[in-house]
T-cell receptor, first 112, second 114 residues
């Protein structure tokens, strides 16, 4: 069974800082990697996803994936108070039988 | 934006009672999922479906049944509710390879079993 772990559990950063969130997974056959953001009392919402090794940037957000290290990360440039939320990583072994496993989440607080 | 609607939004049930949580999606996604979210555990997969008539067990299926009578509807059934099933339940659809595997979540159902 896929194991997905996130670190840190919680994080407090000042406005404007670079924030880095980490996710490790156990199944080396994993093919799909995603980050979701969940504001308090709301549903999770997809942020970004990546399929192959390397880096993908969208606005202030960047994903790094290193399959050999079983690790991927989310970096938030110029963090804003509106980025304060629970960040969940999701990993799936196969696109055909898509059954994503989520980590427990990192709680981010960005203070003005 | 994909639309996933859950009902009810809040539910109080008695121990031993039957509870049905409903989910409807209007985006013609093949895959649908039921997760529960508890503090310290993140999102855990209960049941999922690849299309009408199919249901699959997720990681924590004990005490739950699922039903997918149509492409649009996916229900989660607690035949004999227990206090340990008090949680927030999220339905999601999506996960189609052509759609980038993105999941779209409903607003959630907060269930309390007394």
């Amino acid at each position: 069974q896929q194991k997905v772990q996130q670190s840190p559990e919680s994080l407090i950063v000042p406005e404007g800082a670079m924030t880095s969130l980490n996710c490790t997974f156990s199944d080396s056959a994993s093919q799909y990697f995603a980050w979701y953001r969940q504001h308090s009392g709301k549903a999770p919402k997809a942020l970004m996803s990546i399929f192959s090794n390397g880096e993908k940037e969208e606005g202030r957000f960047t994903i790094h994936l290193n399959k050999a290290s079983l690790h991927f990360s989310l970096h938030i440039r110029d963090s804003q108070p509106s980025d304060s939320a629970l960040y969940l990583c999701a990993v799936s072994a196969s696109g055909g039988n898509y059954k994503p496993t989520f980590g427990k989440g990192t709680s981010l607080v960005v203070h003005p | 934006e994909a639309a996933v609607t859950q009902s009810p939004r809040n539910k109080v049930a008695v121990t031993g009672g039957k509870v049905t949580l409903s989910c409807n999606q209007t985006n013609n996604h093949n895959n649908m999922y039921w997760y529960r979210q508890d503090t310290g555990h993140g999102l855990r997969l209960i049941h999922y479906s690849y299309g009408a008539g199919s249901t699959e067990k997720g990681d924590i299926p004990d005490g739950y049944k699922a039903s997918r009578p149509s492409q649009e509807n996916f229900s989660l059934i607690l035949e004999l509710a227990t206090p340990s099933q008090t949680s927030v339940y999220f339905c999601a659809s999506g996960g189609d390879w052509g759609g980038g595997n993105t999941l779209y979540f409903g607003a959630g159902t907060r269930l309390s079993v007394l």
